[in-house]
């Protein structure tokens, strides 16, 4: 794991009076977002560093982690590169969270990866692949980084929409339906502390990956006419309006915990013109 702290001065160009409007929400507050170089994790860092968060963010891919270093001019982003797969990694983000940070408000867990593949193209590594990144690695983060978690804070998990059935997506979806299944035990667990624990559930989300690092451009062509068809508002949904609502969970919905809210454009909300 390496540190590639970005270090340089706040330059954002957002106009002054919006920023110090904005600037109240997070003031002060300290964040983790793991999977932040790229997509929405990364809109999800924006958001807060505009509103005056402090954020550890994580990547693993070096070219990402360059780009988000370039991008995230402000001396309250510490980028670092951490693999979810990695325990040792997974470990040593906590020493890293505590010495930037101290203590911790936010934890948003929203790395993933999928890969498309039916059920006779899937292996035995690709299975794992899945589990590891997404199920251990938010599991592990979450152990991990608990012990500097202020009580009152809250966790947040990227999941998937309920009802994103895309055929080639099994594993995936098995890896992301663990994380559904143990976020609501970890609820449960962290009332003492006043932790709430809570999802955003993105539908078709319009990203440079569409969350599969792997598809080829035709691919993603398609992926993301389906997701525009498919939807019952009509269009994908866009990496800050997935931001806007992991940051509500986070700060605004103080008496929520234990919600998967969907960020999906009515697609798993049985309305019409939800073509599954
Ligand atoms: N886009 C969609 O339509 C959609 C829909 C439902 C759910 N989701 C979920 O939403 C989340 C964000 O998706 P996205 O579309 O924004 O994807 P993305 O642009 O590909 O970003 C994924 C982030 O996770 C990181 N990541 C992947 N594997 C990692 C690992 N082993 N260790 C650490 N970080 C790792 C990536 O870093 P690297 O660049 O270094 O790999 C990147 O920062 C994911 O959990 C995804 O499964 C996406």
């Known amino acids: 794991m390496a ?4 270090h340089r001065s706040n330059t954002h160009h957002t106009p002054q009076l919006t920023r110090e409007t904005k600037m109240s929400r997070f003031t002060g507050k300290t964040a983790v977002v793991t ?19 402090e954020v550890v963010l994580t990547g693993r891919n070096e070219k990402n982690i360059e780009g988000a270093r370039t991008e995230l001019v402000s001396d309250r982003a510490h980028v670092v590169r ?24 936010y934890l948003f867990v929203n790395h993933g990866l999928a890969e498309v593949q039916t059920l006779d193209e899937v292996t035995e590594e690709s299975w794992d692949r899945h589990f590891a990144i997404n199920t251990k690695g938010a599991f592990f983060t979450v152990q991990s980084l608990s012990p500097l978690l202020n009580d ?15 055929p080639g997506l099994s594993a995936y979806a098995g890896s992301k339906d663990a994380v559904r299944a143990f976020a609501h035990v970890l609820a449960a667990e962290y009332l003492p502390r006043r932790i709430r624990v809570n999802a955003v559930a993105p539908g078709y989300i319009k990203t440079p990956t569409m969350g599969v690092p792997g598809m080829t451009d035709q691919e993603r062509a398609d992926f993301e006419k389906q997701g525009g068809l498919s ?15 992991a940051l509500f969970l986070a700060a605004d919905a103080t008496f929520t915990t234990n919600v998967e809210f969907p960020v999906d454009g009515g697609f798993a909300q049985g309305l019409p013109g939800a073509e599954h």
């Open 3 to 6: 540190l590639a702290g970005g």
């Open 231 to 245: 939807t019952p508002l009509k269009r994908m949904g866009t990496a800050e309006e997935v931001a806007a609502a």
């Open 35 to 53: 999977g932040g170089t790229h997509g929405m994790g990364l809109a999800i860092v924006k958001q807060l560093l505009d509103e005056g968060a």
């Open 152 to 166: 009152g804070g809250a966790i947040v998990f990227t999941t998937v929409a309920n009802d994103l059935v895309f």
């Open 82 to 105: 951490s693999d979810a797969a990695s325990m040792a990694d997974v470990r040593a983000l906590a020493d890293i969270a505590q010495e930037k940070l101290g203590r911790v408000d």
